[in-house]
């Protein structure tokens, strides 16, 4: 490692801490709502010491060990790009219970076929859930 560069933060482990830890689910749909949502979760685990952004992929592949995680989670929050809802489909589909879901293109962000996003965008959607989700 250089002088320059920052050291890596490491997050806590979902699977040893699942019980303490509000789990975040995002979508990362490839279209621009999808890419604020994921933005948004990087965030939020950022700024969270007890939330923490976990692989909704692997949830929907029913890897045991994140489904698992997810129904041991303090708390789940969903992000969705879009109303397809394909996060909130994974968990509705395997029975398992979320505290919170968030649909991005109903928050003022039109949802268009670009990976780019605005970062006022985020800002103002992680505050959201911040304040009506985490703690
Ligand atoms: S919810 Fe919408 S943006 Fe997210 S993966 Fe599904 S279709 Fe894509």
């Known amino acids: 490692m250089t002088e320059q560069e920052a050291p890596i933060r490491l997050l806590p482990l979902c699977a040893k801490e699942a ?3 509000d789990i975040i689910l995002a979508c990362d749909g490839a279209a621009s709502v999808g890419q604020v949502g994921h933005q948004v979760a ?6 969270n010491e007890a939330a923490r952004m976990c692989c909704i992929t692997a949830v929907a592949a029913e890897s045991k060990a994140h489904v698992d995680i997810a129904r041991r989670a303090r708390k ?3 992000i969705n790009g879009c109303a397809n809802r394909c996060a909130s489909k994974v968990l509705e589909r395997l029975g398992i219970p979320y505290a919170y879901e968030v649909v991005i293109s109903k928050e003022g ?3 268009l076929p670009t990976l780019d ?19």
């Open 19 to 21: 019980e303490r830890l």
């Open 42 to 47: 990087v965030e939020l685990t950022n700024a």
């Open 117 to 135: 996003y605005d970062p006022a965008d985020v800002k103002r959607i992680a505050e959201k859930i911040a304040k009506e989700a985490l703690g």
């Open 109 to 111: 962000v039109e949802k």
């Open 76 to 78: 789940l929050i969903v």
